[in-house]
């Protein structure tokens, strides 16, 4: 059974950077499929952060790639989130997820197919 499970600081000052990890049980991470970063703030819908592949691209949402950063541990199945210069607008619930999409017609159909329970994250001074 594939299991995901997000771990990090739950509270940050502004600027600083976050760091979240992702421990992958039940799958290895370089077998197939996207191992994404997604997160929902409060009272908003979901916001995808970006994603590394099983071969170990990133791709990162264009309204905070400068700030973000996606890598992976792949002996300890962990993938991880770095996202600097952080403001209260980062506050948010973050999930880690498995996108077992394909492509159809030149598009690309995410299918988030397992997810973390979500680890909650304040930025506050």
């Known amino acids: 059974q594939v299991q995901l499970q997000e771990s990090g600081p739950g509270l940050l000052k502004p600027s600083q950077t976050l760091s979240l990890t992702c421990t992958v049980s039940?799958?290895?991470?370089?077998?197939?499929?996207?191992w994404s970063w997604i997160r929902q703030p409060p009272v908003k819908g979901l916001e995808w952060i970006g994603y590394?592949?099983?071969?170990?691209?990133?791709y990162y949402s264009p309204s905070r790639k400068s700030r973000t950063s996606i890598s992976r541990d792949t002996s300890n199945k962990q993938f991880y989130l770095q996202l600097s210069s952080v403001t209260p607008e980062d506050t948010a619930v973050y999930y880690c997820?498995?996108?077992?999409?394909?492509?159809?017609?030149?598009?690309?159909?995410?299918?988030?197919?397992?997810w973390g329970q979500g680890t909650k994250v304040t930025i506050s001074s």
């Open positions: 997820a498995r996108d077992s999409g394909s492509y159809f017609s030149g598009s690309y159909y995410s299918y988030y197919e397992y």
């Open positions: 039940g799958y290895s991470i370089t077998t197939s499929n996207n």
């Open positions: 590394i592949t099983y071969s170990g691209s990133t």
